[in-house]
């Protein structure tokens, strides 16, 4: 089992994290409105893809609990079904089948399901770059397995999993990778991490422009 000691949240990367975010919500507005736009024209069109146009969902940030925000990529049956059985909605993001024409082809696609979660940065929920955010179930298996990182170390918008592991091996290599990242923090410099998260977001970005979307 991992050190069991919670990791910092420097002063430069809170700073960080609080102008990069609102600057992005700001430089970003034309595509939450081509969203809003896109999906609105997808439930005009195709009745079994109407529903909310967000969706939270409970996850694990350094031991806490909140309320991640989404654009809503699922049909709103599928939703409903996931809260039904309590299982992260994520778990069913992975069937094509179960997305709505606009989280297929616009959101997914092009990672733009993730860019509410702006604001959970803003706010002090999330980090741009950490471990992806769990939902309390997934959390508590992991704790079972004597895993538990992501109760130490506050979640990000992207990580260096997003950006290193690719396909199938995401599920070996995401744990590995992202506590790494975790004893990265621990022993190198704020100034040091501070120049690897921005290599992250970069990678990320480029990422989101090439139309691969993103593993979480």
Not at 52 to 73: D, N
Not at 125 to 152: F, T
Request: glycine content about 6%; some cysteine; hydrophobic content about 40%.
């Amino acid at each position: 089992m991992e050190n069991q000691q919670t990791v910092p949240y420097p002063l430069l990367k809170q700073i960080t994290d609080k102008l990069i975010s609102f600057t992005l919500i700001v430089v970003f507005s034309p595509i939450f409105l081509l969203c809003f736009l896109g999906m609105s024209c997808n439930m005009l069109l195709r009745p079994e893809d109407r529903g909310e146009f967000f969706y939270r969902e409970t996850r694990i940030t350094q031991g806490r609990e909140f309320e991640v925000l989404k654009f809503r990529v699922l049909r709103q049956d599928v939703v409903l079904l996931a809260k039904k059985e309590r299982k992260s909605a994520r778990k069913y993001e992975s069937d094509e089948s179960n997305l709505t024409w606009s989280g297929r082809n616009l959101l997914k696609k092009w990672y733009f399901d993730e860019l509410p979660q702006l604001f959970n940065i803003f706010k002090g929920d999330m980090s741009l770059v950490g471990p992806r955010p769990w939902s309390v179930a997934e959390v508590n298996e992991q704790l079972r397995q004597g895993i538990a990182y992501r109760n130490l170390i506050l979640a990000g918008w992207t990580g260096p999993t997003q950006v290193q592991v690719k396909g199938e091996s995401l599920k070996k290599g995401g744990d590995r990778v992202d506590i790494q990242y975790l004893e990265d923090c621990r022993s190198k410099s704020a100034w040091k991490m501070w120049l690897y998260d921005l290599d992250i977001l970069l990678r990320t970005v480029k990422i989101m422009f090439s139309g691969e979307g993103l593993k979480y």
